[in-house]
């Protein structure tokens, strides 16, 4: 799906990361447009003798991994060097994911991963983080967490699919909740009560994880260090 600024800015910030990507590492693939960029590169060092394996985020990461050539394994197997994801806002080193409805298993990857490397074209850039976090819920959980959202300050709405009727289904068989909190005070705090609701299988807010930015725009790409 088609979210942020240009391609070619998505493509740069991807590419950028891969290029991080040391000789031997295994990789967690994140998700998305931009990501999806940085998966086609690793693809073309793997053509060109790189020992490089992947560990998926979603079905369309592990779909693409395979089109282009990179090895895969599990966390089962392997525990990630780095992860490549993207994001839908960043701010200082805080992101809200989940456009894709892919959260649950990037924040899973991105956590077990010794360093993240989000990417991200420069409209994803904030202050705040302001944008609705996606809260993916077991089917039997959307009433009562949508209660609880309320109970929070947010304003749910069940993600709606495009071409099927009805919700979007995630790829763990869930409903997604974006849950419009305005510009988010402190996200470690809504972080935590979101995960304390029962029901929840993740939410898109990934707080303090990012490593490094690999920001890209039309001309160049730069990169942040949160903590730097
Ligand atoms: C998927 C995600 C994506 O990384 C995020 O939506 C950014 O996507 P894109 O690079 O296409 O703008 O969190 O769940």
Excluded: W
């Excluded at 979210?3 to 967690?28: F, H, I, L, M, Y």
């Excluded at 020992?51 to 282009?68: C, F, K, N, W």
Aim: hydrophobic share 40%; charged share 30%; aromatic share 2%.
């Amino acid at each position: 799906m088609k979210r942020g600024g240009s391609d070619e800015a998505k493509r740069r910030a991807g590419e950028s990361a891969a290029e991080a990507v040391e000789d031997g590492a295994v990789v967690g693939l994140g998700t998305g447009s931009t990501a999806a960029h940085a998966i086609r590169a690793l693809g073309r060092a793997v053509g060109s003798g790189h020992d490089i394996a992947g560990i998926p985020t979603s079905y369309q990461s592990r779909h693409l991994a395979r089109e282009v050539g990179i090895p895969l394994t599990t966390l089962d197997d392997d525990s990630p060097d780095v992860a490549i994801d993207g994001a839908d806002q960043v701010a200082d080193g805080d992101l809200l994911k989940g456009g894709g409805a892919a959260h649950a298993r990037e924040k899973l990857v991105d956590s077990a991963a010794d360093r993240l490397l989000v990417v991200a074209d420069e409209s994803k850039l904030a202050e705040s983080l302001s944008v609705p976090v996606p809260v993916e819920v077991v089917p039997d959980a959307r009433r009562p967490v949508a209660d609880a959202v309320r109970e929070l300050g947010g304003d749910p709405t069940l993600r709606a699919a495009e071409r099927k009727d009805g919700p979007v289904v995630t790829d763990n068989g869930n409903l997604v909740l974006d849950c419009d909190f305005g510009t988010i005070g402190d996200p470690a705090e809504l972080a935590a009560s979101l995960s304390a609701l029962p029901g929840v299988l993740e939410h898109g807010v990934f707080v303090g994880l990012a490593d490094e930015i690999h920001v890209g725009t039309d001309e160049d790409v730069t990169v942040r260090r949160p903590d730097a």
